[in-house]
């Protein structure tokens, strides 16, 4: 199931193995920090700390296709920008740092949905693959929506308070960027402005034509892969 794909080196006939990454890191990250997003504001830097474990985790997990550099270095200076402002209490910092979170999690959705279009079968590595890119498009989005309520306090309504801290905030926006991507709208958090509205129906299409993609193509890959005899 994980074997390594060899490619040629310089040189010689000979093949040498390439390096295959384990995406349940990933996948265990993303999941820890959703469940422990509940206590974001009630203990000091959670928030921060479970964040940082998501990017390192999605910075490690592009090395699959390719180098791992740029994301790398992307989260180097979104963590020092957080924990510089979290520390010395500088202000307006976190909206930059959002911006490289967001291009965090786009760039790895990229190179990780490339494996799993790739990959020739369907294997545990590949559907975690799968899981970790749809859980990445829903931290993507709350990174997008938090950029929105910065700039636009009055961008969201319902049980969020506008004044709210900085945890609190990356809480709410979380839970309203899950609950659009599965589209399952419970309404306790509505958006107000129509920019908001816009990126929440863009983010509620980019759920549903994601799975739908997905299960195309481990159907495919399913129905290619050779019958034991």
């Known amino acids: 199931m994980n074997q390594s794909h060899p490619r040629p080196t310089a040189g010689t006939g000979v093949r040498a193995p390439t390096r295959r990454i384990h995406f349940a890191w990933l996948l265990t990250s993303i999941i820890v920090y959703i469940l422990v997003s509940p206590w974001f504001d009630s203990i000091g830097g959670l928030a921060s700390v479970g964040l940082s474990m998501v990017l390192i985790a999605a910075a490690y997990s592009t090395a699959e296709s390719g180098s791992a550099w740029a994301p790398a ?70 990174m997008f929506y938090l950029i929105v309520w910065d700039i636009f306090p009055d961008a969201f309504t319902g049980s969020i308070t506008a004044g709210a801290e900085a945890s609190v905030r990356a809480r709410e926006m979380l839970y309203y960027s899950f609950v659009s991507l599965t589209t399952v709208g419970y309404g306790d958090i509505t958006s107000v402005l129509p920019l908001a509205r816009a990126l929440s129906i863009l983010e509620v299409l980019s759920g549903v034509l994601y799975l739908g993609v997905l299960v195309a193509r481990l159907v495919s890959m399913y129905k290619n892969e050779p019958s034991a005899e």
Do not use: D
Not at 85 to 101: M, Q
Not at 131 to 140: F, Q
């Open 73 to 142: 270095g992307l989260v180097l200076v979104a963590l020092g920008i957080t924990w510089v402002e979290g520390l010395f209490s500088f202000t307006g910092l976190h909206v930059y740092a959002r911006i490289l979170y967001m291009g965090v999690f786009l760039f790895a959705m990229v190179r990780v949905f490339r494996y799993v279009i790739r990959s020739s079968t369907v294997t545990l590595n590949v559907l975690t693959a799968g899981i970790s890119v749809y859980l990445l498009l829903g931290l993507a989005w709350t």
